[in-house]
């Protein structure tokens, strides 16, 4: 089961508590199917239905928060929390039988605490976070991002040498071969983030951190989304599409580093 963790919080105290209350809410629906009643299925479902209430409250706060802000993550948050509704708004409870009810039931809590917790350590971690990429220092590998462990430490300076050779091409004017250099550096992030992540891993193992389930499933999400770069089909719009996406890889780095691997202890 997910939960809500430490490392859940981004900070802000009225999202903090929305998140947690939604983790609550299908606490109570894994307990409730646990206990075998015969009333627990009908329970669950209005349960499920109160949750997909509650899942839109908090969506259209955090993305008036986020408006009010003016948070460049509004677009991409807007299109995870459509994917969410999506799959809330399927008939779940179609087909359901007496015999399988538990077990699909189950299914949807697990699949919906999964959701959270990846959307809240990959997305909603970076709300208020932003960090213009215009400006020359943003890129630097300054000590606020030190853990202090030494191997960490340098494989994050890496990453944000690559972000800003990203940068640096994706505004020179005037390269004849721009694009298959963007193609190649993006190429090297995507590999060296793998390399990063799995030695990172390695030593929150060996020292037996209990937030390592969180740092892997904040890890898997940036590792998908590096997956979903596309330069193919941006022709258009691809200026734009890649200072976003540098935009994003620098806020997602930052943050990552600031909020949760800098509680990783030193040992
Ligand atoms: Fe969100
Ligand atoms: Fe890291
Ligand atoms: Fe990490």
Redesign the pocket.
Known sequence: MFQFTEDCRTGISSIDKEHEKLFGMIREGMELLEKDEDTAFTTVKSLIAALKKYAEEHFANEEAYMEEIHDCELERQKKEHEKFREYVNQDHFNGLEEENAKEKLKELLTYLSEWLFRHILGSDIMIGHNMNPKEEDVFAFTDKYRTGIELVDEEHKRLFEIIKETNDLIRAELLHDKYDAIVDILNELKEYTVTH?SD??AYMEKIHYEGLPA?KT??AAFVDKLKQINLENVDEHQQEYLNELVEYLLNWLST??LK??KR?PVK
Request: aromatic letters at 10%; zero cysteines; charged letters at 25%.
């Open positions: 992540f990172e891993e740092q904040a890890h990552h580093i949760m691997d990783i």
